[in-house]
């Protein structure tokens, strides 16, 4: 069973940049896309970004032109570099691996965006 742990988040400014890291404890080939979730208080978790097998991305509205996900095979990692970051980023980001049957979720990171 895969398992996906995050880090990199934290208290940033706004304007400021924030990069999350995933790392896999195996190997991410077998998943149909990696995804980036997010949850603010009081709000339902909503789609951030994604990544199929194939490379494609597909962004949220609200983070079109600020965040970029990436992913490193070799390292069985993914990215989401958070640039231009607002107050209304503030929240519980998580990572997930989507598969044809199940899906695996990281335990999330903390990001919040503040003056």
């Not at 339902?44 to 194939?54: C, D, H, K, P, S």
């Amino acid at each position: 069973q895969v398992q996906l742990v995050e880090s990199g988040g934290g208290l940033v400014q706004p304007g400021g940049s924030l990069r999350l890291s995933c790392d896999a404890s195996g190997r991410l080939l077998g998943f149909n896309a990696m995804n980036w979730y997010r949850q603010a208080p009081g709000k339902q978790r909503e789609l951030v970004a994604r990544i199929t097998r194939g490379s494609s991305t597909t962004y949220a509205d609200s983070v079109k032109g600020r965040f970029t996900i990436s992913r490193e095979t070799s390292k069985n990692t993914v990215y989401l570099q958070m640039d231009s970051l607002k107050p209304g980023d503030t929240a519980v980001y998580y990572c997930n691996a989507e598969g044809t049957y199940s899906e695996v979720w990281g335990q999330g990171i903390q990001v919040t965006v503040s003056s």
